[in-house]
């Protein structure tokens, strides 16, 4: 696979088929596993992006091509790397702040 793969990129991901209340679509979505994982794993975990989402705490503000969006940090998940289709760019070190403040207070505190 030709693509690079980091934490904190922006990708384009096939998330089809899905199941009940899971994100669809293809979408673009948040790489969230350490580059450790993503350089030697068959498969990356990923937070999906929506542009329609409510303020909620599990919801982290983004700008993707100048627009508003939410990475929506209740539905991370892991996935093939064939599911991603290409790069689209990497988060502002304000919204990886904001990303891993939200982890971790998922996660682990």
């Not at 673009?28 to 498969?43: G, Q």
């Not at 209740?74 to 904001?98: F, M, P």
Request: aromatic share 2%; charged share 25%.
């Amino acid at each position: 696979m030709g693509l690079i793969l980091q934490q904190y990129n922006i990708v384009i991901v096939n998330l089809d088929p899905t199941i009940g209340s899971e994100i669809k679509k293809t979408r673009p979505c948040i790489i969230v596993s350490p580059d450790e994982m993503n350089d030697h794993l068959k498969t990356i975990i990923i937070a999906p992006v929506t542009s329609k989402s409510r303020n909620y705490p599990t919801r982290v503000m983004i700008m993707i091509d100048h627009k508003k969006n939410w990475v929506v940090l209740d539905q991370i998940r892991t996935v093939d790397k064939r599911r991603i289709l290409k790069n689209i760019g990497t988060l502002a070190t304000k919204e990886i702040k904001s990303l891993k403040a939200v982890i971790k207070e998922m996660l682990v505190d």
